[in-house]
């Protein structure tokens, strides 16, 4: 069965700078992936996906991932940060099922 | 477009009872999905409802079963319930019965079991 993992618990920016959330997945076959981003007390609203062709995918509020075979990882990154961009971000991959990763805590220092 | 709706938001239940919660897709959705978010973690896929059928199941015992009515809208049920059965439990709609379609999802519920 396929597994996701994201390293980082918990990872603090300030706002303006750069973003990068690691995922790495494990699955035999060519996954479908996905970011989801939470907000406290929220469902999940997808951020982007990948099923196919470029693997530079862009999603919405500013959000690209890039999906990497060869390190097994579709890592998700943002330029600058707004400070509204603080929430909790999930990687998933979709084979048998949906497997989500634990998840990263964003937090945007002013 | 209301978009997926969930009921009740939060819900208090006992050791052993059993609980109904309920989700009604987005307009134009006909598949629905359950999963259940523990606190600190990840959604975890409980089984997925197509065509009134069951169609993908998760790592989740007999306790948990579902439904869907003709109007796409679905029920969970979870019996005996255990203090582990406590945490958010979201919805998710989509379209043709497939994982791989963008889902959207409800805001949950959230259950206690004391």
């Known amino acids: 069965a396929q597994s996701v993992t994201q390293p980082d618990i918990h990872i603090t920016v300030s706002e303006g700078a750069s973003l990068e959330l690691r995922c790495n997945y494990s699955y035999g076959a060519t996954p479908y992936l996905f970011w989801y981003v939470q907000s406290p007390g929220q469902g999940l609203q997808l951020l982007l996906k990948?099923?196919?062709?470029?693997?530079l995918v862009q999603g919405i509020k500013g959000f690209e991932a890039e999906f990497k075979r060869s390190q097994s990882s579709f890592n998700l990154r943002k330029p600058s940060v707004h400070w509204s961009a603080a929430a909790e971000y999930f990687c998933?991959?979709?084979?048998?099922?949906?497997?989500f990763g634990a998840g990263t805590r964003l937090t945007v220092k002013p | 477009d209301a978009g997926v709706t969930q009921s009740p938001t939060h819900l208090i239940k006992t050791r052993g009872q059993q609980v109904t919660l309920r989700c009604s897709p987005k307009s134009g959705h006909d598949t629905v999905s359950w999963y259940q978010q523990a606190l600190g973690q990840g959604p975890q896929f409980i089984f997925q409802?197509?065509?009134?059928?069951?169609?993908q199941r998760g790592n989740f015992p007999d306790r948990f079963s579902g439904h869907q009515f003709p109007n796409y809208s679905s029920e969970l049920n979870v019996n005996a319930l255990l203090l582990g059965d406590s945490a958010l439990y979201l919805c998710?709609?989509?379209?043709?019965?497939?994982?791989?379609?963008?889902?959207?999802f409800g805001q949950g519920t959230r259950l206690t079991v004391v």
């Open positions: 990948y099923f196919s062709g470029d693997t």
């Open positions: 409802y197509y065509e009134e059928e069951e169609r």
């Open positions: 998710a709609s989509s379209r043709g019965g497939s994982l791989n379609t963008e889902a959207f």
């Open positions: 998933a991959v979709e084979g048998n099922d949906m497997r």
